[in-house]
């Protein structure tokens, strides 16, 4: 590295010892600087070299110090030198410390970038029980047979659980079904037939509603459950005939199970229908029929109740065990699975 000096600036062409002595320790002091800043690796340390060079007691004040010890001639030569340096140095210090800043920057930019092809951690998500599932489905169904959906209490009243339904008080009927009592004149609904008069007293034929909700009974085995599913469905509407009943269960149930379904016509009797039957299913996890579901004519005597003249109307009800026809579709062999929240069971049907 070439000195920092040379005569030229003086014209004299002779300089003193002081102002030699001063040239050649600024000549040493100068790249020691230069290589110091270029080497230092954080802030602390260009902090560190300023205070070494140009602090209050720093080498470079102290060469400026000695100025006074030099001709009028000389000093503002040697200071104008000295100046030059210091204004260097500061220059480097300030670049070196500008270079650190994006140093500085980078590596944090880099230690807290997000890997954005990383595999994200995916929330647990719920599904839907089978049962909702098979409801949905059995809501649609009819839905797209015309049926409205209605709904209507759990807690109903004796009046609408039975005897509307033709099961008076001493209707041995009455005690097919275990009752949970509620208050007075109430029950737990046993099925979902009430909301058939509910519907018909709301409103004049012609009619096509499906109810889908929980029933309670006083039951509970591999194939009964205390609290269970069930929907109801009715058509009123003049000269409705025994042949539209067959026909829209068909179609309901090969559009839930397939054309394939095998299925078994019974003559059965419920006090609420004349005639009655019911129907079963095949149930290939049991190797057996299962009964699901129970239908007929309306009893004109319910029409009554529900306002509407039997001379002039007619009309056939249905109600199906939703559990059991769960079971079927997906092959579960014991009913108790399907409330036990067990999740590794239920994650099976998640979809
Ligand atoms: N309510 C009956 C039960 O729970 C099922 C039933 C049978 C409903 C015949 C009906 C029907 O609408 O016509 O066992």
Redesign the pocket.
């Known amino acids: 590295m070439s000195d920092i000096f040379s005569g030229s600036d003086l014209q004299t062409g002779e300089y003193s010892e002081a102002l030699a002595s001063l040239i050649a320790d600024l000549n040493a002091v100068v790249p020691e600087a230069r290589k110091a800043i270029s080497a230092a690796a954080d802030r602390k340390a260009i902090e560190q070299l300023r205070v070494q060079f140009l602090g209050k007691k720093g080498r470079i004040t102290k060469l400026n110090q000695r100025l006074g010890k030099l001709s009028g001639e000389e000093r503002p030569v040697a200071g104008k030198l000295l100046n030059t340096q210091r204004t260097e140095i500061t220059a480097l210090l300030e670049k070196r410390t500008a270079e650190l800043e994006v140093r500085e920057l980078e590596s944090r930019i880099a230690e807290e970038a997000v890997d954005v092809t990383l595999p994200g951690i995916r929330p647990a998500r719920g599904g839907l029980h089978p049962v909702t599932r098979v409801t949905r489905e059995i809501e649609e169904i009819f839905r797209s047979m015309g049926f409205r959906l209605e709904s209507g209490p759990e807690v109903e009243t004796e009046w609408l659980n039975f005897d509307a339904l033709n099961m008076p008080e001493d209707h041995p009927a009455r005690d097919?079904?275990d009752t949970f009592y509620t208050e007075r004149g109430h029950v737990l609904r046993?099925?979902?037939?009430p909301t058939?008069l509910r519907s018909m007293l709301a409103a004049k034929p012609p009619l096509a509603v499906i109810t889908t909700g929980k029933?309670y009974r006083h039951d509970s085995d591999a194939t009964h459950s205390p609290m269970f599913h069930?929907m109801?469905?009715?058509l009123v509407d003049e000269a409705i005939s025994m042949g539209h009943l067959k026909g829209v269960l068909h179609e309901f149930l090969r559009a839930l199970y397939g054309p394939d379904v095998r299925t078994r016509f019974r003559p059965s009797f419920?006090p609420?229908?004349e005639p009655?039957a019911e129907v079963d299913i095949w149930f290939e996890a049991r190797g057996g029929w299962m009964e699901v579901?129970?239908?007929?004519m309306?009893h004109p005597a319910v029409l009554r109740n529900g306002g509407i003249d039997p001379e002039r109307y007619s009309g056939?009800?249905?109600?199906?065990g939703i559990d059991r026809m769960t079971c079927i579709k997906f092959g579960i062999p014991d009913l108790r699975l399907l409330f036990e929240n067990d999740l590794r069971f239920l994650r099976q049907f998640q979809g």
Request: hydrophobic share 40%.
């Open positions: 097919m079904q046993t099925h979902t037939s058939q029933v069930q109801e469905g009715f419920f609420f229908t009655s579901l129970g239908c007929g309306i056939f009800a249905f109600g199906l």
